[in-house]
């Protein structure tokens, strides 16, 4: 199945799809949803290419195993559990049935807690031993704090509640920044783990808990807890009251439309959270009813699977152009990364084509005085997405937005052209003449043709970025989908963990080196010398 679109592929290849790009093509390799426009016409996929990722998509069975999602199967088959992170923005959807039972009534009652608690936050009806509570500290790691901490920061604009901190290092250096800026007395601890075993997680809020107990008489009042595990919750002494539960059929890096999301409820309050929710129902609705030609997490990762594993970029630069999303690349690194960094199928056997892509990227236009030198005329080939927002929070400021909107269009344009030799030459006619002229002139040579995609809306607000997030989680089902893949496992990170806890020991200095390999032995001898 991979083979028709390689021979497709290796036709089109070596030309420049500049040369296709006209009005039509633009009308053609755009997508909406909404007010929400997805672009990639600067790609070389053409329509027939397009057709066959589309019989990809039939041929694995996408429409399918996206129903089967919706409808609660278990289709993480490795961890026998259902998929259903959309069932908590289900907000006027209808039953959701899970081993034949609804899981709506559970999902919009935990909703509903989580909305009294935010609003006595917020309002001061619940309070810290010295009164209204000025400061939320987040402690979670992965999932339990990527998507909060994205959101927080990319909603800024309607930050009107307390100030929301998050720590998820381990390295005490994290939480020492963090606690040195919050009175206890006044701060709230949110200890967010879907498992409540995570050792980062369960070691910070032990540091919270003590460095609260040094001023607080019942720092327990001050605690709540996130989690799929509640006796465990109850065993570290956090009230039933102030536990927000889910359950496991929500995946870690999926999560913060739940529980998970309690601080960025407390930041932006409930009303505006519900406004995230449906932003991501609306998606979901888009997801399951648009063709695929106008099917926006479709097209995305159409063009996702054509850059990987056809055309062999191993990498993808997500560059906001938006500095509200900055957080964004990070939280999509798990998101893609861990579900589907993955070289087994679902069935055992090896895949037949590359994994997921490697996801990295910063804002623009940081980015540009920084790694875009590599991406316009390094020698290998970076897929782009850009995001950018019609319009910003700062009215004031307007003639500084079109700048940053002019740099995002300018540098997709610039990706695609390029610059021929004749070009650089006639640039720098005045200032060189013969070898030297040719010299200089193929420093400022760029190749072009290199492929980028865009997507673009009115203004980052809540609902926005409920569909942005949901657009990338559909994204990446069905790339998974298409790889053959559990996108919902994460086996990968085991077994560092389990090295760590054989290594805490002997870092200690209760047990010897002995039994390690020479490299990981000398490592530990010279950070002893050293004070560890
Ligand atoms: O180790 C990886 C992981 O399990 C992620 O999938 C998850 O988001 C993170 O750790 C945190 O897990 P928990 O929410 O259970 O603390």
Request: proline letters at 4%; aromatic letters at 8%.
């Amino acid at each position: 199945m991979w083979e028709t679109l390689r021979a497709h592929h290796a036709r089109v290849k070596d030309r420049r799809f500049e040369a296709l790009v006209d009005t039509d093509r633009a009308a053609d390799f755009s997508a909406h949803t909404g007010d929400m426009l997805f672009d990639y016409a600067k790609t070389n996929i053409d329509a027939e290419g397009r057709a066959l990722l589309f019989d990809l998509l039939d041929q694995t069975g996408v429409a399918a195993k996206r129903d089967a999602m919706f409808a609660g199967a278990p289709i993480n088959e490795t961890e026998g559990r259902a998929v259903l992170h959309t069932a908590l923005r289900n907000l006027d959807g209808g039953p959701v049935m899970v081993d034949g039972q609804d899981v709506m009534p559970d999902v919009l009652d935990t909703l509903t807690r989580m909305e009294r608690f935010a609003s006595d936050v917020r309002e001061g009806d619940f309070t810290g031993q010295g009164g209204k509570i000025t400061d939320v500290v987040n402690i979670g790691i992965g999932g339990s704090d990527l998507g909060p901490a994205m959101a927080v920061k990319a909603l800024a604009p309607y930050h009107d509640g307390p100030r929301c901190h998050f720590v998820s290092n381990v390295d005490p250096a994290d939480i020492a920044d963090v606690l040195r800026r919050c009175d206890p007395t006044t701060t709230l601890v949110i200890v967010a783990s879907k498992t409540f075993t995570t050792i980062e997680t369960m070691t910070n809020a032990r540091t919270a808990q003590a460095w609260m107990g040094e001023t607080v008489t019942d720092t327990g009042a001050q605690f709540a807890a996130l989690s799929t595990a509640e006796d465990k919750t109850a065993d570290f002494g956090i009230d039933p009251s102030r536990v927000f539960g889910f359950e496991d059929w929500v995946g870690g890096r999926y999560s913060m439309w739940g529980p998970i999301g309690l601080s960025l409820m407390i930041a932006i309050g409930p009303q505006a959270f519900r406004a995230f929710l449906r932003g991501g129902q609306a998606m979901d609705q888009h997801f399951k009813a648009a063709k695929w030609q106008e099917n926006l997490p479709v097209l995305l990762a159409i063009v996702g699977i054509w850059h990987n594993q056809i055309c062999g970029y191993a990498t993808r630069a997500v560059l906001p152009y938006d500095n509200l999303l900055s957080r964004l690349p990070a939280y999509l690194q798990q998101l893609e990364m861990e579900s589907n960094g993955k070289g087994v199928s679902m069935d055992g056997a090896d895949l037949d084509v590359h994994s997921g892509p490697v996801v990295w990227g910063e804002p623009g236009t940081n980015g540009q005085h920084a790694f875009y030198q590599l991406i316009h005329q390094g020698t290998r080939v970076i897929p782009c997405e850009f995001l950018v927002a019609a319009r910003g929070h700062q009215d004031d400021l307007h003639h500084q937005h079109q700048l940053l909107v002019a740099n995002c269009l300018a540098q997709s344009e610039a990706l695609m052209r390029g610059r021929t030799l004749e070009e650089a030459r006639a640039k720098i006619a005045d200032k060189f003449t013969g070898d030297e002229l040719e010299r200089q002139a193929r420093h400022r040579v760029f190749e072009g043709n290199r492929p980028s995609v865009t997507i673009a809306y009115p203004q980052l607000d809540p609902f926005t970025l409920g569909r942005i997030i949901a657009l990338y989680e559909h994204r990446v089902f069905v790339a998974g989908v298409v790889l053959g893949i559990n996108s919902y496992d994460q086996w990968g990170v085991e077994l560092g963990k389990e090295l760590a806890t054989a290594l805490q020991p002997i870092v200690e200095g209760r047990e010897t080196t002995d039994g390690k390999d020479g490299s990981t032995a000398a490592l530990v001898e010279f950070l002893k010398r050293n004070g560890v």
